[in-house]
Nanobody, 126 residues
Framework: QMQLVESGGGLVQPGGSLRLSCAAS????????IGWFRQAPGKEREAVSC????????YYADSVKGRFTVSVDNTRDTVYLQMNSLKPEDTATYYC???????????????????WGQGTQVTVSS
């Protein structure tokens, strides 16, 4: 059973930065892609970013392109989402997800991830 744990959320002023982490563990620690998603109250879940951990190819939603950067650490067990120039509209609960069956990234296609973290809250407010 694979487990994902997000951390790093918090309250930040507009224009500020946060770095989210997604740590993977469990016996089935075989995955090729990790996606980042967010969901604000009353809104649908939105794909934010995705990384192919085998070659570090990264993909971003237009709403965060140029401000967010996704990366994977050397152990391939933790994926980061560096968020800069944060805006109030970035306020949401952020989730990471993965599935060993999924070997490509997309921020426009709904991919059937089976493993999700519990989420971490990001609030951008003055």
């Amino acid at each position: 059973q694979m487990q994902l744990v997000e951390s790093g959320g918090g309250l930040v002023q507009p224009g500020g930065s946060l770095r989210l982490s997604c740590a993977a563990s469990g016996v089935a620690r075989t995955y090729y892609t990790i996606g980042w998603f967010r969901q604000a109250p009353g809104k649908e879940r939105e794909a934010v970013s995705c990384i192919v951990t085998t070659d570090d190819s990264a993909y971003y939603a237009d709403s965060v392109k140029g401000r967010f950067t996704v990366s994977v650490d050397n152990t391939r067990d933790t994926v980061y989402l560096q968020m800069n120039s944060l805006k109030p509209e970035d306020t949401a609960t952020y989730y990471c997800a993965t599935d060993p069956r999924i070997r490509y990234c997309s921020v426009t296609e709904v991919l059937p991830y089976n493993y999700w973290g519990q989420g971490t809250q990001v609030t951008v407010s003055s």
